[in-house]
């Protein structure tokens, strides 16, 4: 008898404990590719930190996916006729998840924390700010050393999500990554480091309605195909970076939606100027590109998911200049530029490629594609952490598939890389024109001409080929086919508000 | 008594000291600058210049490893630079985890080895005998991570049975407790329970041959008696010394089940903790490894000597 209990007991426990989790329509998982960093804007430097701080917290503004900027806690926003001061109207019914009220002495603190905390990694995208001001209690002015074309687009991304002043007070900005305090719809309630990270609907927020989700549970799972079994079982409800040459396969499945979100960024071919011997040459790197099909690249190793193109920004960007489309594979017109710059052949040539399945796929391709136009290409394939070092010290030919990851504006993918000051121009590539154009880019506000400018920017890059531009990545994501409502930011970050699960 | 242990203590202490050494130049060795890293590749030649300072990259290795030491020894793992957790308290929250997840593959592989092997033995040369054979060599031989991704797609994936990762502590839910780590402890213990069941087999077999289980059988005992009573309640001392000696081989089938699993233990932590390049967290864990290690091997040692009463006789 008491056996028989016991058993029907453990058997109703087990039914319930079933239902239970088929009943918890309230949280929404979310499973990651890496462990955040530091969930703290200013300090912040991974792509994963933002989409984790994207969910809890709302920034001044955001962009949608065609990067048009969208009002969040900055209601509107007007430049002065010089361009050096921009005044921002905050919303007037927000407050921090510690219940500080969200004002411009708040925004005041957080920009110039991000300015000034001697660990910020945001300093240098708003150098350009002068001062902050808060003359009404809603109401900031940022003024500016020069026009800067750029600003918003910061405001847009880490710049733009404030922290609560008291929070910070309490718990010192070095420690405040790890107890994040923003104005948004869901606050920090528990991180297990390498497992999860879970936050909390904040029931008062102001816009707290359009939210269905109770909780959201961050899952790390940094293997690709655990990542997708778990979304298979049905034990989370998106996942990120779905491997493009599983999509084929996954968009099989009926109960699963893929979703390549294109994403301004891309992959590319550093070569390094400083050395000497063939490479020196614009037409020998130029034969180089030539010898490439890019498309194939694409279709080989990324199952055609991802997008093939020549320029710092994707083919799809209004930034990309159409008078300078992407070269077809043309062999013969490569060594008819090799004989021009007068190399000895077979051109020896060594790829420094960072040891990444991926990447090592799209190094063989290029070595066997130019090999065919007149080059002896040889890859040496090392752990990423050493490529850093190797490139840092000069030490290399051509360094790549590599590049920015998400931008949501060109400045982020173009200054760094292309202008003698840049702090990613590993290719030492050092161009008055160049820099001038660059620099133009960054004060000119109108946003027409702004576009011609940068239009310069990528027909002189083609020219001198300081680096081959070969593919841009979409953030590809897969979620349970019972997920509506997903948008994204024109970075490729999720955006949760309206999202709901049918039953 | 004492004078055995403290002569094992005293030999586990060079052992420590060289483990120590170890672990730190292992990491000395591992490419690229850390402070590079850790700047993620952004950050501007200042930056890292105060990174090197603040992690005292810049000071000569001998002083590193005095540092990094006399830090333990106050209790003080560092900082992840990652996620500003200190690590002391990460590892603590992840030893109950991957303890659990143990003790849970050594009773597998105890429920199915022990049984197994005593089938075998009892059969030997039948049909249950190959049988169990093909079991152990296949147990043997499956890698830990195929085996995982196969019992995920049939049992998560498939079936909709078992979650198809995670972990929930027993204390909070014991039957989801059970649930996440069914499919774990299946595969970190099978090859553990075709070692336990060739182990029982053999020690079985030796002792089914001794005198003294001629001499309970012609008594007239059950055979059940004489099985169970006379031959495997001797037969389990060196199927205890091989279930404390597996130890090792269970921390290290974690860091590959935990990564499958997704089970955030001590495994998975130094694998993620690699990834990120969390080099003081590695070291930490490297380092209590090889301490959890040696005590095992110093408790092995002592409950041989209590065990054994010949030893006792020779001090």
């Given at each position: 008898m008491t056996n028989a209990l016991l058993s029907r007991t453990a058997l109703a426990a087990i039914f319930l404990a079933g239902f239970s989790a088929a009943g918890s329509a309230q949280d929404l998982s979310i499973a990651l590719a890496d462990d955040p960093d530091a969930l703290d804007p200013v300090t912040n430097r991974t792509h994963v930190g933002i989409t984790v701080m994207g969910v809890m917290c709302d920034g001044l503004l955001t962009t949608d996916e065609d990067l048009n900027f969208v009002p969040v806690l900055a209601e509107s926003w007007s430049w002065s006729d010089d361009g050096l001061a921009l005044t921002m109207n905050l919303r007037q019914d927000v407050t921090f998840q510690d219940g500080t009220p969200f004002n411009a002495d708040a925004v005041k603190a957080g920009l110039e924390r991000a300015l000034n905390q001697p660990d910020s990694q945001r300093a240098a995208d708003i150098s350009s700010i002068s001062s902050v001001e808060a003359p009404g209690e809603y109401e900031v002015v940022v003024n500016v050393s020069e026009p800067s074309a750029q600003l918003l687009s910061k405001f847009a991304e880490r710049v733009g999500i404030i922290f609560s002043p008291t929070a910070i007070e309490e718990t010192g900005a070095a420690d405040i990554g790890a107890a994040p305090v923003c104005a948004g719809p869901y606050a920090f309630d528990e991180r297990v480091a390498q497992d999860r990270i879970v936050v909390k609907k904040v029931e008062d927020y102001w816009n707290a309605d359009a939210y269905a989700f109770d909780t959201v549970t961050f899952r790390v799972m940094p293997d690709d195909s655990v990542r997708l079994a778990n979304l298979q079982s049905g034990d989370v409800d998106i996942m990120e970076k779905l491997d493009p040459s599983n999509v084929d396969v996954v968009e099989q499945d009926p109960n699963i939606t893929v979703e390549p979100v294109a994403v301004m960024n891309n992959q590319a071919l550093m070569y390094n100027l400083e050395q000497d011997g063939p490479f020196a040459s614009a037409d020998v790197r130029n034969a180089f590109e030539l010898s490439l099909d890019r498309n194939a690249i694409n279709q080989v190793a990324f199952g055609g998911r991802y997008l093939a193109g020549n320029q710092v920004t994707p083919p799809n960007s209004q930034y990309y200049d159409p008078a300078t489309p992407m070269p077809e594979r043309d062999v013969e017109g490569a060594k008819a530029l090799l004989e021009q710059a007068g190399v000895e052949m077979p051109v020896e040539f060594e790829i420094l490629v960072p040891n990444r399945p991926l990447s090592v796929r799209v190094a063989q391709m290029m070595q066997a594609m130019s090999q065919e136009a007149g080059f002896a290409t040889e890859l040496n394939v090392v752990d990423f952490a050493t490529t850093l070092q190797m490139t840092e010290d000069g030490n290399f030919t051509a360094w790549g598939p590599i590049g920015p990851q998400?931008?949501?504006?060109?400045d982020a993918v173009a200054f760094q890389v292309l202008h003698s000051t840049g702090s990613r121009n590993l290719s030492r590539y050092y161009s008055d024109e160049m820099d001038a154009l660059l620099e133009e880019t960054r004060t000119q506000t109108d946003p027409a001409e702004r576009v011609e400018v940068f239009h310069k920017v990528a027909a002189l890059a083609a020219a001198d080929e300081p680096v081959t531009y070969l593919y841009h990545m979409p953030q590809i994501y897969a979620y349970d086919s019972a997920i509506e409502g997903l948008t994204y930011t024109g970075d490729g970050f999720l955006r949760l508000v309206d999202v709901t699960r049918a039953e | 008594m004492l004078r055995f242990l403290a002569n094992r203590v005293l030999v586990a202490i060079p052992t420590l000291i060289l483990i120590s050494i170890i672990v730190f130049s292992l990491q000395q060795l591992l490419p690229g600058d850390p402070a590079l890293i850790i700047g993620g590749g952004e950050a501007s030649p200042e930056v890292i210049a105060a990174i090197r300072e603040e992690y005292g990259f810049n000071d000569p290795l001998v002083i590193q490893y005095f540092h990094w030491i006399g830090d333990i020894f106050r209790g003080d793992f560092g900082v992840s630079y990652r996620t500003r957790q200190p690590i002391g308290p990460m590892i603590l929250d992840k030893i109950p985890v991957t303890v659990t997840l143990g003790a849970a593959a050594m009773l597998f592989s105890l429920v199915i080895g022990i049984p197994l092997g005593i089938l075998a033995a009892l059969g030997k040369g039948k049909g249950w005998d190959h049988v169990v054979t093909v079991f152990a060599m296949s147990g043997i031989s499956i890698p830990n991570f195929w085996l995982g991704i196969m019992l995920i797609l049939l049992f998560a994936v498939k079936l909709r049975w078992l979650p198809a990762g995670g972990f929930v502590p027993f204390t909070e839910d014991p039957i989801g407790c059970l649930r996440s780590i069914a499919m774990p402890a299946v595969v970190l213990g099978t090859a553990l329970a075709a070692a336990m069941m060739r182990h029982t087999r053999s020690a079985m077999l030796n002792i089914l041959q001794q005198d003294y289980v001629r001499t309970a059988r012609s008594k007239g005992l059950a055979e059940r008696v004489v099985i169970v009573r006379h031959a495997f309640l001797n037969a389990l001392v060196p199927i205890i010394t091989l279930a404390t000696l597996q130890f090792g081989t269970l921390l290290a089938g974690a860091v590959l089940t935990e990564q499958v699993f997704s089970i955030p233990g001590l495994g998975k932590m130094v694998v993620d903790s690699v990834f990120n390049r969390e080099y003081q967290a590695v070291q930490a864990v490297t380092l209590l490894s090889g301490v959890a290690f040696v005590a095992m091997n110093l408790l092995a040692d002592i409950l041989y000597f209590w065990a054994n009463p010949k030893l006792r006789a020779n001090r």
């Amino acid at each position: 008898m008491t056996n028989a209990l016991l058993s029907r007991t453990a058997l109703a426990a087990i039914f319930l404990a079933g239902f239970s989790a088929a009943g918890s329509a309230q949280d929404l998982s979310i499973a990651l590719a890496d462990d955040p960093d530091a969930l703290d804007p200013v300090t912040n430097r991974t792509h994963v930190g933002i989409t984790v701080m994207g969910v809890m917290c709302d920034g001044l503004l955001t962009t949608d996916e065609d990067l048009n900027f969208v009002p969040v806690l900055a209601e509107s926003w007007s430049w002065s006729d010089d361009g050096l001061a921009l005044t921002m109207n905050l919303r007037q019914d927000v407050t921090f998840q510690d219940g500080t009220p969200f004002n411009a002495d708040a925004v005041k603190a957080g920009l110039e924390r991000a300015l000034n905390q001697p660990d910020s990694q945001r300093a240098a995208d708003i150098s350009s700010i002068s001062s902050v001001e808060a003359p009404g209690e809603y109401e900031v002015v940022v003024n500016v050393s020069e026009p800067s074309a750029q600003l918003l687009s910061k405001f847009a991304e880490r710049v733009g999500i404030i922290f609560s002043p008291t929070a910070i007070e309490e718990t010192g900005a070095a420690d405040i990554g790890a107890a994040p305090v923003c104005a948004g719809p869901y606050a920090f309630d528990e991180r297990v480091a390498q497992d999860r990270i879970v936050v909390k609907k904040v029931e008062d927020y102001w816009n707290a309605d359009a939210y269905a989700f109770d909780t959201v549970t961050f899952r790390v799972m940094p293997d690709d195909s655990v990542r997708l079994a778990n979304l298979q079982s049905g034990d989370v409800d998106i996942m990120e970076k779905l491997d493009p040459s599983n999509v084929d396969v996954v968009e099989q499945d009926p109960n699963i939606t893929v979703e390549p979100v294109a994403v301004m960024n891309n992959q590319a071919l550093m070569y390094n100027l400083e050395q000497d011997g063939p490479f020196a040459s614009a037409d020998v790197r130029n034969a180089f590109e030539l010898s490439l099909d890019r498309n194939a690249i694409n279709q080989v190793a990324f199952g055609g998911r991802y997008l093939a193109g020549n320029q710092v920004t994707p083919p799809n960007s209004q930034y990309y200049d159409p008078a300078t489309p992407m070269p077809e594979r043309d062999v013969e017109g490569a060594k008819a530029l090799l004989e021009q710059a007068g190399v000895e052949m077979p051109v020896e040539f060594e790829i420094l490629v960072p040891n990444r399945p991926l990447s090592v796929r799209v190094a063989q391709m290029m070595q066997a594609m130019s090999q065919e136009a007149g080059f002896a290409t040889e890859l040496n394939v090392v752990d990423f952490a050493t490529t850093l070092q190797m490139t840092e010290d000069g030490n290399f030919t051509a360094w790549g598939p590599i590049g920015p990851q998400f931008a949501n504006d060109p400045d982020a993918v173009a200054f760094q890389v292309l202008h003698s000051t840049g702090s990613r121009n590993l290719s030492r590539y050092y161009s008055d024109e160049m820099d001038a154009l660059l620099e133009e880019t960054r004060t000119q506000t109108d946003p027409a001409e702004r576009v011609e400018v940068f239009h310069k920017v990528a027909a002189l890059a083609a020219a001198d080929e300081p680096v081959t531009y070969l593919y841009h990545m979409p953030q590809i994501y897969a979620y349970d086919s019972a997920i509506e409502g997903l948008t994204y930011t024109g970075d490729g970050f999720l955006r949760l508000v309206d999202v709901t699960r049918a039953e | 008594m004492l004078r055995f242990l403290a002569n094992r203590v005293l030999v586990a202490i060079p052992t420590l000291i060289l483990i120590s050494i170890i672990v730190f130049s292992l990491q000395q060795l591992l490419p690229g600058d850390p402070a590079l890293i850790i700047g993620g590749g952004e950050a501007s030649p200042e930056v890292i210049a105060a990174i090197r300072e603040e992690y005292g990259f810049n000071d000569p290795l001998v002083i590193q490893y005095f540092h990094w030491i006399g830090d333990i020894f106050r209790g003080d793992f560092g900082v992840s630079y990652r996620t500003r957790q200190p690590i002391g308290p990460m590892i603590l929250d992840k030893i109950p985890v991957t303890v659990t997840l143990g003790a849970a593959a050594m009773l597998f592989s105890l429920v199915i080895g022990i049984p197994l092997g005593i089938l075998a033995a009892l059969g030997k040369g039948k049909g249950w005998d190959h049988v169990v054979t093909v079991f152990a060599m296949s147990g043997i031989s499956i890698p830990n991570f195929w085996l995982g991704i196969m019992l995920i797609l049939l049992f998560a994936v498939k079936l909709r049975w078992l979650p198809a990762g995670g972990f929930v502590p027993f204390t909070e839910d014991p039957i989801g407790c059970l649930r996440s780590i069914a499919m774990p402890a299946v595969v970190l213990g099978t090859a553990l329970a075709a070692a336990m069941m060739r182990h029982t087999r053999s020690a079985m077999l030796n002792i089914l041959q001794q005198d003294y289980v001629r001499t309970a059988r012609s008594k007239g005992l059950a055979e059940r008696v004489v099985i169970v009573r006379h031959a495997f309640l001797n037969a389990l001392v060196p199927i205890i010394t091989l279930a404390t000696l597996q130890f090792g081989t269970l921390l290290a089938g974690a860091v590959l089940t935990e990564q499958v699993f997704s089970i955030p233990g001590l495994g998975k932590m130094v694998v993620d903790s690699v990834f990120n390049r969390e080099y003081q967290a590695v070291q930490a864990v490297t380092l209590l490894s090889g301490v959890a290690f040696v005590a095992m091997n110093l408790l092995a040692d002592i409950l041989y000597f209590w065990a054994n009463p010949k030893l006792r006789a020779n001090r």
